[in-house]
């Protein structure tokens, strides 16, 4: 099947499918009337695959790993579940971190509510903003690893 044929049997658009040719996750046959990628099953399966692994938040990078374990008759899961496991703890603090920004942001709109806009006057640059308090502000990620040291 040509690219086009592929991209619609997995929902993918035909470029996704040509870059993943180009980064070597897909191996088509060439047509060799005119030179056309000819995609089979096989494909059809990898991308499947591929689109399954990238839901998990695997990076085309790890994808090609994983392939290339398989492809060598080696498991490799154990290799998913450690990349899992090490990942998995990372996007919790993540997400705990986007949680406690929409809870300022939303502190933020609340108490701005009956602020009056101000006008840059050499001491303020813009009131809202200035009103937050100190102790609501986070550290960045550079003091807290200088503070973990």
Known sequence: ???????????????????????????PDRDPDNGYHLYGDRDRERLDFIQRARTLGFSLAEIRDILSHADQGDSPCPMVRDLLAERLPKIRRRIAELEALAARMEDAMQSWQHLPD?????????????????????????????ESS
């Open 1 to 27: 099947m040509k690219v086009s044929e592929l991209a619609r049997i997995t929902g993918v658009t035909a470029e996704t499918v040509r870059h993943y040719t180009r980064e070597g996750l897909l191996a």
């Open 118 to 146: 101000g006008v840059p006057d050499g001491h303020s640059l813009c009131r809202l903003i200035e009103s937050v308090p100190t102790a609501s502000v986070p550290q960045s990620a550079t003091a807290r690893q200088r």
